[in-house]
């Protein structure tokens, strides 16, 4: 008679994380620890992963609020407005191990102040950003006899990181040094190309100066 095959069990923890140096665009790699208890070795995981950004878990200075007015709305308000934020979803595939493993969860960052997680990272002075990952997917095993096995992963499966402010800005600052990204309508950028030619001004920190200044 057959042996039956024991479902592994999975747990996760986010170890660190980091700025890749020499990715091609704002990258951070998050140190993902992946531990089997029962069932046979991992040939291969497929995983899920949804990070969300647990806001009401942090204090926030009176700087930081008044940045986080276009989400959140008034002080006063924020027992009702201050929610939870979904930052990003990816998927990874995970490599075959006996009993534990470090796997590289790489997330792009955007500096495109339209979206909602890069304007709240950028509203921070300091601190930490407590997170959130749940993780779901199949996981590929080797059964009683070797034979390949697979199951899936609940969403029930989490883990949470208090991500340090700094290392978000300097992700930020390793690609767009000293400088933030502001999208327009096309047509409000061909009037200001327009406004910067018949002013023949060298740059736009001119363009938005002399605005600023209302000249």
């Known amino acids: ?67 986080l007015f276009d989400l959140f709305g008034r002080r006063e308000d924020w027992g009702t407005t201050l929610r939870t934020l979904l930052w990003t979803r990816t998927t990874l595939v995970v490599p075959p191990f006996e009993h534990d493993t470090v796997a590289d969860l790489d997330i792009p960052c955007t500096y495109d102040l339209d979206v909602v997680a890069s304007r709240y990272f950028d509203a921070l002075g300091d601190g930490e950003v407590p997170l959130e990952f749940l993780f779901s997917g199949s996981v590929f095993y080797a059964g009683p006899e070797g034979a390949l096995q697979t199951a899936r992963i609940s969403w029930e499966q989490e883990a949470e990181y208090r991500l340090p402010v700094r290392v978000w800005k300097a992700t930020m600052d390793g690609h767009f040094p000293g400088t933030a990204w502001l999208r327009l309508p096309k047509r409000s950028y061909d009037r200001l190309c327009a406004y910067k030619a018949r002013g023949a001004l060298a740059s736009w920190d001119d363009v938005v100066d002399r605005l600023l200044e209302g000249r």
Do not use: C, N, W
């Open 1 to 67: 008679m057959a042996t039956a095959a024991v479902i592994p069990s999975l747990g996760f923890a986010v170890q660190d994380a980091a700025r890749v140096e020499y990715a091609a665009a704002p990258t951070l790699r998050f140190a993902l620890h992946i531990e089997r208890v029962g069932g046979g070795p991992i040939r291969s995981i497929l995983l899920d992963t949804q990070i969300q950004i647990a806001a009401r878990r942090r204090s926030y200075e009176d700087a930081d609020r008044d940045k």
